[in-house]
């Protein structure tokens, strides 16, 4: 599910300060390839474990460069499913949704 009030989107960061700034409040880069990366959320609720995600891509020089230039784009949130990995298309507990949204905007507040 896309999280639509992402105080996030367009918000552009050097890749060494976004991965500094989001690793202290809990977030972990996971998968990235070339351009984009993706930055993840873990958040238990009822024993079920949801992960807020962060679509960035590189606007300036290359990942993986300190420098390298991000621009955050969509904010998603997804169950863990065991073994095909995140279900995007459900209802989300009002609990998970608002401690996602929590999360975001703590993030833009230290980013900007």
Known sequence: MIIENNALKGIKSELSHLDDVSSRIGFVRGQWEYTRATYDYKITYEGQDYYLRLDTRAV????????????????YIGRAT????????????????KAAESKLAELANLLK
Not at 60 to 75: C, F
Not at 82 to 97: I, Q
Request: hydrophobic fraction near 40%; aromatic fraction near 10%; glycine fraction near 10%.
């Open 60 to 75: 300036e020089g290359k990942l993986e460069q300190p420098h390298a230039v991000l621009q955050i784009g969509e904010a």
């Open 82 to 97: 065991f073994p095909h990995g995140l279900s995007y298309n459900e209802s989300f507990p009002a609990h998970v949704l």
